[in-house]
């Protein structure tokens, strides 16, 4: 938990969706809808070896959901979806924008994007891993390759793209790859190009490489055009060590925020607050596994508004204020989105919600994280 945060001020209004596929990011559409990824579950289709080593078999498992006021649909199906055996913690569609009245979203990888040939070679489908594309009516097509940029020659030696947060900006769209550990700036016209690269930290814990990894996941766009990124942090995860970035066009990385546990998203208000999401707030190499649900002023003050989230993935705010959080999102068939509201005290959650839990194991969504100085990844 970040220092100095406050007691908890939402409590659960209700479960809006449910039986999601490791569900990921989520945002508003002017319409109305809120819309939600779903990474899926893999498949029994050609695999790759993940960062972390790990085989992960393809399939069409992935899907953009909607809903608005009880009614759900899917607005794009049978996309691709990267897991392990039992499909948990899948990679696949991460997260969704809106950006000049169309849908876009990005697809995660996971691994050395030189592999994606051998799945393309099977089916063309998977040739979206790794890219932004736009969706129009059901028809999702890609528009710009993030992987190929680190496959090409990332910023480090390491050869490993995991696109996994998406935002809007004035002049285009902004992706954090979760892999390369870079944010890329993606123009109208598919144009990619490098905003800036997140340097590793110091390792202060005994164990573990000399450093770790940034991880960065959640993106975001202030009101002033600045970009906003939020912190996994790699292998051994430690501690209070993840932050909130500000990123300037110029590539310039200042520290918003600190004091976090592996944060997985955030969303940036009206007025510049942020709402940052952690998904494992006492570290992923502990047991447990639920995350929190943050404000941070424009002042830096922090501020907490909820706890004890099962895993949560995802974050979205409705125009009424009411907070939407994608929780079990580990799971192949039992991801939810929560209906969070303001509540003066803290309510637990409602007996006989389904919660499930996951292991470290299957936390291999974030790209398998890499471990820094080893030529590893690490499962988030």
């Known amino acids: 938990m970040a220092g100095g945060a406050s007691a908890a001020t939402l409590s659960i209004k209700g479960v809006v969706l449910d039986g999601l596929a490791n569900p990921r990011g989520m945002t508003f559409g002017a ?3 809120l819309y939600v990824t779903e990474a899926g579950a893999g498949g029994t289709g050609p695999s790759i070896i993940g960062g972390a080593g790990d085989t992960l078999s393809y399939g069409e ?27 948990f913690g899948a990679t696949g569609v991460h997260d969704v924008t809106f950006y ?11 691994g050395d994007p030189n592999q994606r040939d051998g799945l393309v070679a099977s089916t063309s489908n998977a ?10 009516g059901g028809t999702v097509s890609p528009i710009a390759d993030i992987a190929a940029l680190e496959r090409d020659g990332g910023p480090d030696d390491e050869r490993n793209s995991n ?3 998406l935002t809007s900006g004035p002049d285009g769209l902004f992706v954090a790859d979760a892999g390369g550990n870079d944010i890329l700036s993606v123009a109208e016209d598919g144009a990619v190009n490098p905003v800036t690269f997140i340097p590793p930290t110091p390792n202060p814990l005994p164990f573990g490489p000399p450093v770790y990894q940034s991880v960065p996941t959640g993106i975001g766009t202030a009101p002033d055009g600045t970009i906003l990124v939020s912190e996994l942090t790699g292998f051994p995860f430690p501690e209070g060590a993840a932050r909130v970035l500000s990123v300037r066009p110029d590539g310039h990385l200042s520290t918003v925020a600190t004091g976090f546990t592996n944060l997985i998203d955030l969303v940036v208000g009206s007025t510049g607050e942020i709402f940052a999401l952690e998904t494992d707030s006492d570290s992923l190499l502990n047991p447990g596994t639920t995350g929190s649900l943050f404000k941070i002023l424009t002042d830096g003050t922090v501020e907490l508004l909820f706890d004890g989230l ?30 969070l509201a303001p509540s003066i005290a803290p309510v637990p959650l409602p007996a006989g919600l389904p919660l499930l839990l996951a292991g470290i194991g299957s936390l291999g969504y974030l790209g398998r994280r890499r471990r820094s100085g080893t030529g590893e990844t690490c499962n988030p």
């Open 61 to 87: 498992t992935g899907a953009i959901t909607r809903w608005r006021a009880g009614s759900r649909e899917r607005v794009a199906e049978n996309l691709p979806s990267l897991a392990a055996e039992g499909g």
């Open 163 to 165: 696109p996994y947060g």
């Open 310 to 339: 099962e895993n949560p993935t995802g974050l979205a705010i409705g125009s009424d204020g009411t907070f939407y959080v994608g929780v079990n999102g580990l799971s192949p068939t039992g991801g939810q989105v929560l209906a």
């Open 31 to 33: 319409d109305g809808w």
């Open 100 to 110: 000049n009245g169309s849908l876009y979203t990005v697809f995660g990888f996971g």
């Open 127 to 136: 040739l979206l891993l790794g890219q932004v594309a736009r969706v129009i």
